[in-house]
Structure formats: structure tokens, C-alpha cells
């Protein structure tokens, strides 16, 4: 199982990290030395992570005793983080549907996802406005999730409450916020 999620990792190495067009990083009002670089992301995860190979842009290491791998895409301006949790085909119904709930209420900025057949955890962000603050609270987020997969599906940060009970009609009229 362990080679299929290094696997499922390299794979996703590969994949463009999103479809959209190119985008110029310089944003006004924004001074160069405020924009994330690869070296400065490089620097981050020197500092802050375990087991730590690759470069230019893209990193597998080890975070929290979770392993995660960090990808760019320099002209999309975009980066991601994933970490695996196991293959899709052996989730249940119930944790599909706890995910989801996750997504809306504990998880915070990193995301349960799948992909190529296995489930991951995913943070997604534009890459030049990217802070540190943010990154270590990426890193934490993710390591979170995944260890509580299966029980609590938080990233531990913050929870805008608890899923309300799912309507007595599969049509809804109004949203239930």
C-alpha cells in the first residue's frame, strides 16, 4: 500500500497543477521582496520539515510523521501540497460523505480530494502572495487531516460548526445555512 500512495504521489508530480491560463504574479501594490519564491518555499521547508528531497519546485518530506510532497507551477503562479490517505476504493459511504462535510465545516483551507484513484488531503493556493504564516498553517492543516481521517475529519484550526441533519426531502427549497 505504501508503494501505491509513493506512486500515486509521483503521478500527481506530473499532472499540471491546474488547467487556467498563465498568470502574472506581480500584483500592484505588492514589493518584490513580499512575493513567494521557490527558494524562499525551499527555505520554509528546511526549517520546518523532516526528510525533505527534491528541489526546483517540487519536494516529497515529511511533516508531522505524515508524508507530503509540495508542487509547483511557476507559470501558473500556483502551488499545492498532498498528502495520501489510502486507495478510493476502499472508502465506505459514510466517509465519503464525512469528507464532503469536512470540505465545508472543519477543514479549513486544506481539502480532502481524489485523484488518480487514491484519496488525499490537498492544500491549493496562489503561489507569489503566499506567506509563511500561511505555509506553516498549510503544513499543520494538512498533517491534521489526515490523521483524523476517520474519526473527527479536522484540520484542527477552526470549524464553522457541525453538519446539520440531512433534510427529510432529497429537494430542498431554500439552503439551510
Known sequence: MRKQV??????????????????DPSKPGAAPQDLMTIQALQDILSDTVQDLKGGDGHWRFTYADVQMALLTSRPHDRMRIVAPIGPEAELTGQQRKRMLEANFHSALDARYATSNGLVYVAYIHPLSP????EMQSA????????????????????????PSPPPKSDRQKEPSY
Not at 503566499?130 to 504564516?133: D, H
Not at 491534521?144 to 460548526?161: P, Q, R, W
Request: hydrophobic letters at 50%; charged letters at 15%.
Open 6 to 23: 509513493m506512486i500515486g504521489l509521483l503521478v500527481l508530480t506530473g499532472v499540471s497543477l491546474l488547467g487556467a491560463g498563465m498568470v
Open 130 to 133: 503566499l506567506r509563511r504564516e
Open 139 to 162: 503544513l499543520r492543516q494538512i498533517a491534521e487531516l489526515v490523521k483524523t481521517f476517520g474519526t473527527a475529519y479536522s484540520s484542527g484550526e477552526l470549524s464553522f460548526g457541525s
